[in-house]
């Protein structure tokens, strides 16, 4: 682990993070529905701002699990991104991910995706450092930390190496 200090601790509301894309023909699978990898791409994107926000740092993704698709996206449909931290053990740390679709005519939002991506922050020289410990300032804080925490605990059990 490197040797270099995070700055101090912070609340997972200052590396909170939501993206706003639209989806287009060119966004779908061959039955003309968005492509579960397009989502991920985003998935993988918002949750990769939480996680340099948070740490200041070059982060990589090393994980993402219980990734959902509960409902299709459609062309045309406005997809919004909503991530937060959280959990922060040394290096790594858990964001969740909520995509939310939109029909832009008819104002109707479906909650379409959730997922949790884990990243780790990196220093200079591309060593897993320690990441600012998260201060916990909300009850929503603290319970998301607690399972969040158990989360990783079995995620690291599964660990493939
Ligand atoms: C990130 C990377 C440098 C970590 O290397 P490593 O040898 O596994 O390092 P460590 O074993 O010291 O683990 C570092 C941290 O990652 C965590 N970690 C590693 N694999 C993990 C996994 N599958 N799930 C969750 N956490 C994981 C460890 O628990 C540790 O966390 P901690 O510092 O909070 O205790 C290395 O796995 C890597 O380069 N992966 C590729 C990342 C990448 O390129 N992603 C882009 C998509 S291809």
């Known amino acids: 682990m490197s040797s270099e200090n995070p700055t101090r601790e912070k609340s997972p509301s200052e590396s909170h993070a939501e993206v706003i894309v639209r989806m287009f023909p060119s966004d779908a699978n061959p039955a003309g529905n968005v492509f579960g990898?397009?989502?991920?791409?985003?998935?993988?994107?918002?949750?990769?701002?939480?996680?340099?926000?948070?740490s200041q740092s070059n982060a990589v993704t090393v994980s993402m699990d219980s990734v959902?698709?509960?409902?299709?996206?459609?062309?045309?449909?406005?997809?919004?991104?909503?991530?937060?931290?959280?959990?922060?053990?040394?290096?790594?740390?858990?964001?969740?991910?909520?995509?939310?679709?939109?029909d832009?005519?008819?104002?109707?939002?479906?909650?379409?995706?959730?997922?949790?991506?884990?990243f780790v922050a990196l220093d200079k020289h591309g060593k897993p450092m320690h990441a600012p410990k998260l201060a916990l300032k909300t009850d929503e804080d603290r319970i998301k930390f607690e399972e969040g925490k158990i989360r990783m605990e079995k995620r690291l059990r599964n660990r493939q190496k």
Do not use: C, W
């Open 37 to 54: 990898g397009e989502i991920l791409k985003h998935i993988d994107m918002v949750a990769g701002i939480v996680a340099q926000r948070h």
């Open 68 to 102: 959902n698709f509960l409902k299709p996206v459609f062309v045309g449909n406005v997809l919004t991104l909503n991530a937060r931290i959280n959990y922060v053990h040394n290096s790594s740390m858990e964001i969740e991910v909520k995509a939310e679709a939109e």
């Open 104 to 118: 832009i005519v008819t104002g109707i939002r479906t909650i379409t995706g959730t997922a949790f991506v884990t």
